[in-house]
């Protein structure tokens, strides 16, 4: 009964992430976080984003670590974030725009390529159509952090790479109007409702692994919409390379 129940709750809140954005547009914002697997998990690093249309916000963060420490021992870590900057990242025209601050108040520092971005997260673009080398296992329902996902292995249709040592998973949301570091990149599912918003490896033989996982989702504040609008009007008055007005 217990998982009959939780399943409706799952489709529930799945079928209203789908239908609402369905209708009108709604944007998130989120969190990316990146981890590597040993012995134990280790927060490797995060990413902080806005997922507006085709446009991605990302947020350029300066990270402050505090650890407590007994002797050679760790007691307790923590880490402080402070936002030094902004990039607005467009996956129409492949370029990134550097802001000083998430603001109604700002001003463009960079304007340049997405493969030039000089921090957070970084692009490269391949000529070649990935889906050609793999095929996907069924979907399968997910709660990440309280957000519905859905979660597909990946197969490798080269016999000459595949390794039955490695599972490989992507990580999807079902929201076509969802955009992601990926989905900035070009890499997008087979169904284009969904949106690949991260990839999990793990090496039984090596017992190491790799994954990313979603957090902190919620729906963009009314005066967020307001920023991310006038941010996203400046941008259109900048030149690539240059921080001059056309």
Not at 114 to 138: M, Q
Request: with cysteine; charged share 25%; aromatic share 12%.
């Amino acid at each position: 009964m217990r998982i009959l129940v939780n399943s409706m709750i799952f489709l529930s809140c799945a079928g209203l992430l789908y239908c609402c954005t369905a209708s009108k547009k709604t944007y998130y914002s989120y969190k990316e976080n990146t981890y590597i697997i040993d012995s134990v998990k280790h927060l490797l690093y995060d990413s902080r984003l806005i997922s507006y249309g085709d446009d991605l916000f990302e947020f350029r963060t300066k990270v402050g670590l505090q650890r407590s420490m007994k002797g050679d021992s760790l007691l307790s870590e923590s880490r402080s974030y402070d936002t030094v900057g902004v990039y607005l990242s467009s996956g129409a025209n492949k370029l990134f725009y550097e802001f000083d601050r998430f603001s109604l108040e700002n001003n463009v520092i960079k304007v340049g390529k997405l493969e030039n971005k000089p921090f957070g997260e970084s692009f490269t673009f391949s000529t070649s159509e990935p889906r050609a080398n793999v095929s996907y296992g069924p979907l399968a329902r997910k709660v990440i952090n309280d957000v519905p996902c859905f979660v597909s292995t990946i197969i490798s249709n080269n016999p000459l790479t595949a390794d039955d040592s490695v599972n490989q998973k992507v990580l999807l949301i079902k929201n076509p109007h969802f955009n992601s570091l990926f989905k900035i990149r070009g890499l997008k599912f087979i169904d284009s409702h969904y949106c690949i918003i991260g990839f999990q490896l793990y090496d039984r033989k090596q017992k190491q692994g790799f994954f990313q996982e979603i957090d902190q989702m919620r729906v963009l504040t009314e005066g967020e919409k307001a920023i991310c609008k006038n941010m996203l009007e400046a941008s259109k008055q900048y030149n690539v390379d240059t921080v001059r007005k056309r």
